[in-house]
Nanobody
Framework: QVQLVESGGGLVQAGGSLRLSCAAS????????MGWFRQAPGKEREFVAS????????DYADSVKGRFTISRDNAKNTVYLRMNSLNPEDTAVYSC?????????????????WGQGTQVTVSS
């Protein structure tokens, strides 16, 4: 069992930056690939970024590529999402997820554990 708690969300102006954190507790964090997903009001949940167990590989949605960076610190049991050049279309609840395998995935259905999410609001 893995518990995930996100933090770092908030209100930011367009063009600004935020860094989200996801702290994990429970079984060996290094055994899990991690992902970030987001859901805006009235929209389906969508993939944002994922990272392999050791941080050696990462994948991004086209909409955030070049602006967002996912990273992890296995010693701290934490995964991060650095978000730059934010725009109002990035407004959503951002959730982290853990997948019981070493390898990353963009499919929400392939993740086993989820956090509660943190709200990110970008004003124009």
């Amino acid at each position: 069992q893995v518990q995930l708690v996100e933090s770092g969300g908030g209100l930011v102006q367009a063009g600004g930056s935020l860094r989200l954190s996801c702290a994990a507790s429970g079984r060996a964090f290094g055994n899990y690939a991690m992902g970030w997903f987001r859901q805006a009001p009235g929209k389906e949940r969508e993939f944002v970024a994922s990272i392999s167990w050791n941080g050696g590989r990462a994948d991004y949605a086209d909409s955030v590529k070049g602006r967002f960076t996912i990273s992890r610190d296995n010693a701290k049991n934490t995964v991060y999402l650095r978000m730059n050049s934010l725009n109002p279309e990035d407004t959503a609840v951002y959730s982290c997820a853990a997948r019981s395998t070493y390898f990353l995935s963009a499919r929400a259905s392939e993740y086993d554990y989820w956090g509660q999410g943190t709200q990110v609001t970008v004003s124009s």
